[in-house]
């Protein structure tokens, strides 16, 4: 059973940095995209950021792009979102999601399999 797990969300002034953690329990020998979404109060949720199993394979979100970065550790299936210069529109709550693929990308939430509890991040100005 595939489970994700993740860390590192909290309250934060704008301008400020944040990194998140995603671990992937349950996946061995299994080649998988990861993403991030974001969903804050009476909003739909959104696409960030996606990254293939191959690391250069990334896309991000307009909004983000620039600010923030999607890593992953294939060997420690972790993946991270570091997030800087952060903005009082990046309050949400942070989901990551994952899907078994050796390459395709999606910023469909509907694409992605396995998702986390979520995590809260919260940008005060």
Known sequence: QVQLVESGGGLVQAGDSLRLSCEVRGVTFMMYAMAWFRQAPGRMREFVAAMGWVSSSTDYQESVRGR????????????????????????????????????TLSRTATFYDWWGQGTQVTVST
Do not use: H, P
């Open 68 to 103: 923030f970065t999607i890593s992953r550790d294939i060997v420690n299936n972790t993946a991270w979102l570091q997030m800087n210069s952060l903005k009082s529109e990046d309050t949400a709550v942070y989901s990551c999601a994952a899907r078994r693929s050796a390459g």
